[in-house]
């Protein structure tokens, strides 16, 4: 006859507090999303611009690898009032 072996997990005896001040750090930090480097697709939320090696896995592609997050960022693109050299004319009211 078989026996049934139950699985018994030592909760870490400070978690919620930890929960609590992980969330009170993550809402300090702006967010930025990490695309697949093969075919764009949503991969991740970050924070922060640290160097951080993870590894990830698109699940369009099937990319699997190492990466550094911080090697992964874009900057926003700037409103300017010219696009390429050429002056936005603007109509007055």
């Not at 139950?6 to 990490?34: G, H, M, V, Y």
């Not at 939320?45 to 190492?66: L, T, W």
């Amino acid at each position: 006859m078989q026996e049934i072996v139950e699985r018994q997990s030592n909760p870490i005896p400070d978690l919620e507090q930890r929960l609590e001040q992980s969330r009170r750090f993550a809402k300090t930090q702006q967010l930025r999303t990490i695309r697949c480097p093969k075919c764009g697709f949503f991969m991740l939320e970050i924070g922060g611009y640290d160097h951080v090696a993870m590894h990830v896995k698109c699940r369009k592609c099937k990319f699997s690898d190492y990466i550094d997050t911080a090697l992964f960022r874009t900057m926003r693109k700037k409103r300017h009032d010219s696009y390429r050299g050429i002056p936005i004319i603007r109509r007055k009211r």
